[in-house]
Nanobody, 124 residues
Framework: QVQLVESGGELVQPGGSLRLSCAAS????????MGWFRQAPGKEREFVAR????????SYADSVKGRFTISKDNAKNTLSLQMNTLKPEDTAVYYC?????????????????WGQGTQVTVSS
């Protein structure tokens, strides 16, 4: 089992920045990839970014590329998402997720473990 706890979500003005964190515990040695997903009211959960837990490869959704940066600290078992130039359409609950599969993609069903989510609201 892997436990995930997100933090850092809050209300921010358009154009502002925010940093989300995710603390992982449990059997993190079994994790292959970790990612961030988000879900806005009335919409499907969507992929934001992911990173190889035992490597350095990253990938991003086109909507956040160039504005968001995913990073990790394996020694501290933490995952982060630096979000810059935030837009109202970035408003959503952001979830941290862990994938143990042999092949992890940007699809939510690949991720077996999820945090409880943290609310990000971008509004003036």
């Amino acid at each position: 089992q892997v436990q995930l706890v997100e933090s850092g979500g809050e209300l921010v003005q358009p154009g502002g920045s925010l940093r989300l964190s995710c603390a992982a515990s449990g059997r993190t040695s079994s994790v292959a990839d970790m990612g961030w997903f988000r879900q806005a009211p009335g919409k499907e959960r969507e992929f934001v970014a992911r990173i190889m837990w035992r490597g350095s490869g990253t990938s991003y959704a086109d909507s956040v590329k160039g504005r968001f940066t995913i990073s990790k600290d394996n020694a501290k078992n933490t995952l982060s998402l630096q979000m810059n130039t935030l837009k109202p359409e970035d408003t959503a609950v952001y979830y941290c997720a862990a994938c143990r599969a042999v092949i992890c993609t940007a699809t939510a069903r690949d991720y077996a473990y999820w945090g409880q989510g943290t609310q990000v609201t971008v509004s003036s």
